[in-house]
């Protein structure tokens, strides 16, 4: 069954500590994003990878770092520099390279909490 | 700053009611897309339009694309409670934005 899996559900970060969170997908798709929401904001891109071992800085990038060494996965580090980051973190996938030019596949997300 | 405006921020609908939800960029879009997030739930995608003056039915669902290509609109008439969640739209410009989203509350 293809999708994108995201991992952990729940995380809790300690003050000063980095923390990574799991993206992994089996639809094939080149590329992935990750996107923050705030409650009752929008999505806003943190970054984007349109291909293996290359990756963008979105909108809101800083105390944030990813990698991109397999095309199934896309993982994102929360680093303490990030002084805010209570959200919901969600990552996407679609086809092509594009960015917004094919519908994004989502995962179910992982909300990260301050300790 | 916000490339995407959607209005409104909320809405509550007696069910059975028309709904309808906003967006609006000041720049022209190569295409607009749909999604819907359910409570607790993640974005899924509804639609892509591409097309000045688009229009596209999904069932109760109608969604517009501008003239001028630089609004939206997603209609849903006869709401059902199944319809709760937020409703956002996307456009491509350059970048790609996604906009605030309109949380919508249907009564039983």
């Known amino acids: 069954d293809g999708g994108i899996t995201q991992s952990p559900k729940y995380l809790f970060r300690k003050e000063g500590q980095n923390v990574t969170l799991s993206c992994e997908q089996n639809?094939?798709?080149?590329?992935m994003y990750w996107y923050r929401q705030d409650p009752g904001q929008g999505l806003r891109l943190i970054y984007y990878?349109?291909?293996?071992?290359?990756?963008q800085k979105g909108d809101i990038a800083e105390g944030y770092s990813v990698s991109r060494e397999k095309k199934e996965s896309f993982p994102l580090t929360v680093t303490s520099a990030q002084k805010n980051p209570t959200a919901f973190y969600l990552c996407?996938?679609?086809?092509?390279?594009?960015?917004?030019?094919?519908?994004?596949?989502f995962g179910d997300g992982t909300r990260l909490s301050i300790l | 700053g916000q490339q995407v405006m959607q209005i409104p921020q909320y809405q509550h609908v007696q069910e059975g009611e028309d709904f309808t939800t906003y967006c609006n960029s000041s720049?022209?879009?190569?295409?607009i897309q749909w999604y819907k997030q359910r409570p607790g739930g993640h974005p899924v995608f509804l639609i892509q339009?591409?097309?000045?003056?688009e229009v596209k039915k999904q069932k109760r669902l109608t969604f517009q694309f501008g003239e001028a290509k630089k609004n939206s609109s997603l209609h849903i008439t006869a709401t059902q409670t199944t319809d709760v969640g937020t409703y956002f739209c996307?456009?491509?410009?350059?970048?790609?934005?996604f906009g605030s989203g309109t949380k919508l509350n249907v009564k039983p």
């Open positions: 996307a456009g491509r410009s350059g970048k790609f934005y």
């Open positions: 339009l591409v097309k000045s003056g």
């Open positions: 996407a996938s679609s086809s092509g390279t594009g960015q917004g030019s094919q519908p994004q596949h």
């Open positions: 990878s349109q291909i293996v071992n290359d990756f």
């Open positions: 720049t022209t879009l190569s295409n």
């Open positions: 639809l094939n798709h080149d590329a």
